[in-house]
């Protein structure tokens, strides 16, 4: 069955400390990987994608991705986290054409310690 | 030049009440999203129409019926509201598989 999981549901860092957040996907065929952020009261907003090429994405706000197949995994990481990263964070799995539907992970909670 | 808008953004009501939200996407996306956005964050996809077509309908009760007038336009319509339907539910669009485009959610508050 198609999955995503988002083991740590929360996590507490440091300002200024760097930041991993895990995610690992179950899917059939090649996925189309997305992170997505939500910052509290607000909506889900795209951080990074991950369609094909190069395994290492960049994306908003100096976030970025690796995508490595063999371990089904698509971790979100950042060097140096800001206080205004605290939000929930969202790993989320798009089929390939044809497929409408996403797969959402439980998400991780952001605590940014000052 | 919002791409994705929803409204009202904060509704509360009576139980047994009906309501709907609303939605508009100027993306030109064909595909729309109904999501429900529990208290503890999970999303939960409901609905989606491609080209105001039905195409995905998750376990959902009947008392939620969404309605695409165009491919823009994605309402959802829920009657008899329960104090279980709390929740945030956003409105998102895409054109699969690619990144979809979220609304800033519509908070729903069952007294």
């Known amino acids: 069955a198609q999955s995503v999981t988002q083991p740590d549901i929360h996590i507490t860092v440091s300002e200024g400390a760097s930041l991993e957040l895990r995610c690992n996907y179950s899917y059939g065929a090649t996925p189309y990987l997305f992170w997505y952020v939500q910052s509290p009261g607000q909506g889900l907003q795209l951080l990074l994608k991950y369609f094909s090429g190069d395994t290492l994405v960049q994306g908003i706000k100096g976030f970025e991705a690796e995508f490595k197949r063999s371990q089904s995994s698509f971790n979100l990481r950042k060097p140096s986290v800001h206080w205004s990263d605290a939000a929930e964070y969202f790993c989320a799995v798009g089929g390939t054409s044809g497929t409408y539907k996403y797969i959402f992970g439980t998400g991780t909670r952001l605590k940014v310690l000052a | 030049d919002t791409a994705v808008s929803q409204t009202p953004k904060y509704l509360v009501t009576q139980m047994g009440n009906d309501k709907s939200i609303k939605c508009e996407q100027n993306l030109g996306h064909d595909t729309m999203y109904w999501y429900k956005q529990d208290s503890k964050k999970f999303l939960k996809i409901m609905f989606s129409y491609n080209n105001k077509e039905l195409i995905i309908n998750e376990t959902v009760p009947n008392r939620f019926s969404p309605k695409s007038p165009d491919k823009a336009h994605l309402n959802l319509h829920i009657n008899s509201l329960e104090l279980g339907d709390s929740a945030v539910y956003f409105c998102?669009?895409?054109?699969?598989?690619?990144?979809?485009?979220f609304g800033p959610g519509t908070r729903l508050t069952v007294l």
């Open positions: 998102a669009s895409s054109v699969p598989p690619g990144t979809q485009y």
